[in-house]
């Protein structure tokens, strides 16, 4: 029982620091405190829906689409919203996203409708049994490209040219103006980024669960992640999704159903009271 816990709450910890790190990259490039990050991993998953189950697209050309569709959404996001609110004071900023999060919702029921859909993919959904333990083979599977792609961010952030503009004009954009950096391109960069780390996870959790507008409040779950590793730390995010996910799994399974809301927001208060800058 623990060992299926535990696996379970790393499998979807994985998926949570996933969608916390497009959150904490869009917060560390343009401190915007993005509360439609739900949403945008709904979005992501409808976007899948569209590529696989409604133009019937090849597996690969359709991650592509929800790639490139996700990407282009951030860039949008970010010319249209954030970038005229530069400079502005924060409620606005994030009064912008919550609204964001609320259009967003009624343009995707208006499009697919209220009703959830299933997301059928190619991914294996079958289960491994070692002993007492059952592995599912999509959660091991979600657990492993989430895990992939934050090494390739990690390794783009580390060692590229661009991941390094990226970095300078978070820790100040001042001095990133100064040196010649462009930051609103490497803002719409981080805020692309963002978008795609959210459809990632949308891909995975839509078909764990169910693509409907609902995942919104699955993908929220990446703000007690991010507030509890450090809004400012990259390993923090990663770190915080996995805490979520774990807290997530055995309040669930120990306590009580519903506890695991009660369990992660009451942690989250204890932190913001005690160390409000995150554990990172």
């Not at 359709?62 to 005229?84: F, K, N, R, Y």
């Not at 996203?97 to 967003?104: G, P």
């Not at 990133?176 to 609103?184: F, K």
């Not at 979520?244 to 306590?255: D, H, T, W």
Request: charge should be neutral; include cysteine; charged fraction near 5%.
């Amino acid at each position: 029982m623990f060992a299926q816990v535990l696996f379970s709450g790393l499998a979807l910890g994985s998926i949570y620091g996933l969608v916390a790190l497009g959150f904490a990259v869009v917060f560390k490039a343009t401190e915007v405190f993005n509360f439609a990050q739900g949403m945008l991993v709904a979005c992501g998953a409808y976007f899948a829906v569209t590529g696989i189950s409604v133009l019937n697209l090849p597996f690969p050309v359709a991650i592509a689409m929800v790639i490139a569709s996700s990407a282009l959404l951030g860039v949008i996001l970010h010319m249209l919203l954030i970038q005229p609110l530069s400079g502005r004071p924060m409620l606005a900023v994030i009064m912008v996203t919550i609204a964001l999060s609320i259009v967003l919702r009624a343009v995707l029921e208006i499009i697919y409708g209220s009703q959830g859909r299933t997301l059928n993919t190619p991914l294996p959904n079958g289960v491994f049994i070692l002993g007492d333990l059952r592995i599912s083979q999509l959660h091991l599977t979600a657990a492993l490209v989430s895990w992939g792609c934050m090494g390739l961010f990690g390794a783009f952030f580390r060692y590229t040219s661009i991941g390094l503009l990226m970095r300078a004009t978070a820790d100040g954009h001042e001095a990133a103006v100064v040196s010649g950096i462009n930051v609103n391109v490497m803002n719409r960069l981080a805020w692309a980024i963002g978008c795609v780390l959210a459809a990632v996870g949308g891909l995975f959790l839509g078909q764990l669960q169910i693509v409907s507008t609902e995942l919104e409040t699955i993908g929220l779950l990446a703000l007690p992640a991010v507030v509890i590793g450090g809004m400012q730390s990259i390993p923090g995010a990663i770190v915080g999704g996995l805490l979520v996910g774990l807290i997530e799994q055995f309040a669930s399974s120990y306590i009580s159903p519903k506890s695991s809301d009660i369990v992660i927001y009451a942690l989250l208060m204890l932190i913001l009271m005690v160390r409000p800058w995150g554990l990172f």
